[in-house]
């Protein structure tokens, strides 16, 4: 049993460019989310999705997209990447009825 | 605006001491409170919380909830040095959302 699943772990991007962080999860669950987190400021929620085909966004969207093909997969796009973006973002996953399961991160750096 | 705050953001203490750390939260629809660790990667969780008044105790860990005044407390009794880490409370609101606080720093030298 994987659990939640991110690649890559590290990555370094230029300015402008485009990538996507994949996430995925072999747990059935319903709920999944990304976060970046930032020195002293814990973890900032980008998007979260309550099921396949449905998205919503959370506190700091601004320069991500993402979507929610299947249950078990849930990838977030950098549309062009930004040094204000360098941060570690993981991915999370819930059933609804106990805490999240994080991913091991990804390391993203933008010059 | 959902929102926890954390106290302290920082905390050193010798081995064998123990230690409070204090989760204040303003949010609508709450669900529950859960608190993680976090050493050199991913959250690990600790506890949840749905209600007051109810410890929760593993180990030396336990926490408690105060539905009432908004808070939540997690206390380390006889510290270790591999209790060192950064601890998270984090609040779920509706459709399963997660709102952080910002950490506790918590060091403990031998």
């Known amino acids: 049993n994987a659990g939640v699943t991110q690649t890559p772990k590290f990555q370094v991007l230029k300015t402008g460019q485009s990538m996507t962080l994949q996430c995925a999860q072999d747990?059935?669950?319903?709920?999944m989310s990304w976060y970046r987190q930032d020195p002293g400021m814990g973890l900032r929620l980008i998007h979260y999705?309550?099921?396949?085909?449905?998205?919503d966004q959370g506190e700091v969207p601004n320069g991500y997209n993402v979507s929610r093909s299947t249950t078990e997969d849930f990838p977030l796009r950098l549309l062009s990447a930004a040094p204000s973006q360098t941060s570690v973002y993981f991915c999370?996953?819930?059933?609804?009825?106990?805490?999240?399961?994080f991913g091991s991160g990804t390391r993203l750096t933008v010059v | 605006e959902d929102k926890v705050v954390q106290s302290p953001l920082s905390l050193v203490v010798h081995e064998g001491d123990t230690v409070t750390l204090n989760c204040s939260y303003e949010?609508?629809?709450?669900?529950?409170l859960l608190w993680y660790k976090q050493e050199k990667k991913a959250p690990t969780f600790l506890f949840m919380l749905?209600?007051?008044?109810i410890e929760k105790k593993s180990g030396r860990l336990s926490s408690i909830l105060d539905k009432k005044e908004l808070f939540s407390i997690l206390n380390i009794t006889a510290t270790q040095t591999g209790d060192s880490a950064i601890y998270l409370c984090?609040?779920?609101?509706?459709?399963?959302?997660?709102?952080f606080g910002q950490g506790t720093r918590l060091t403990i030298n031998p």
């Open positions: 999370a996953s819930t059933r609804g009825d106990y805490g999240y399961t």
């Open positions: 747990m059935n669950h319903e709920y």
């Open positions: 999705s309550v099921g396949a085909g449905i998205t």
């Open positions: 949010v609508t629809n709450f669900r529950s």
């Open positions: 749905t209600s007051s008044g």
């Open positions: 984090a609040v779920s609101g509706g459709a399963q959302k997660l709102v």
